[in-house]
T-cell receptor, first 111, second 116 residues
């Protein structure tokens, strides 16, 4: 059974810092991995999707990497801003099954 | 891009009543939809997999008679919380798998349910 773990559970950084969020999964037979952002009381916003054949994806200040063989992904946020404060969720898609989510990392960027 | 619409966004109901939440795929067909529940500061937990034209598959510990799922068309799945109680208060999110790609999944905006 696929399990997804996110570290750290919470993170507080001053504005402008670069930061890394970690995600690990137990079964490397995945179709893709997706990073989401969730603001309090809101739904999910898809940030980046990495196919199993890809190593990384970039969107603006965000860069996500995938090492499928080791079961790891990282989300790198450059020059963090207070507006980046949210919970970041990592989810694994193993094909014809529902996404499996990690518990998320709650990020606070302090001005 | 593909959109999944979830309605209502917020609902308050009295204990003992039933509440229906709709999940619609607006510009694609979805044979399969998923319902998740999220308690405060917790991650999303899959409740059930909804398949068009057949019975939903419920995760262990989810009462199928309490959380009724109907997937009557390729663009609509509904979740009905029957005889709601305060402990059912939660954030419910649906997602839909795009039949065109087979593995791309889009999420709705979620529905906040408060049972008083």
């Amino acid at each position: 059974k696929q399990e997804v773990t996110q570290i750290p559970a919470a993170l507080s950084v001053p504005e402008g810092e670069n930061l890394v969020l970690n995600c690990s999964f137990t079964d490397s037979a995945i179709y893709n991995l997706q990073w989401f952002r969730q603001d309090p009381g809101k739904g999910l916003t898809s940030l980046l999707l990495i196919q199993s054949s890809q190593r990384e994806q970039t969107s603006g200040r965000l860069n996500a990497s995938l090492d499928k063989s080791s079961g790891r992904s990282t989300l790198y946020i450059a020059a963090s801003q207070p507006g980046d404060s949210a919970t970041y969720l990592c989810a694994v898609n193993s094909g014809n099954t529902p996404l499996v989510f990690g518990k998320g990392t709650r990020l606070s960027v302090i001005a | 891009g593909a959109v999944v619409s979830q309605h209502p966004s917020w609902v308050i109901c009295k204990s003992g009543t039933s509440v229906k939440i709709e999940c619609r795929s607006l510009d694609f067909q979805a044979t399969t939809m998923f319902w998740y529940r999220q308690f405060p500061k917790q991650s999303l937990m899959l409740m059930a997999t909804s398949n068009e034209g057949s019975k939903a598959t419920y995760e262990q510990g989810v009462e199928k008679d309490k959380f009724l799922i109907n997937h009557a068309s390729l663009t609509l799945s509904t979740l009905t919380v029957t005889s709601a109680h305060p402990e059912d208060s939660s954030f419910y999110i649906c997602s839909a798998r795009d039949d065109r790609t087979g593995n791309t999944i889009y999420f709705g905006e979620g529905s906040w349910l408060t049972v008083v």
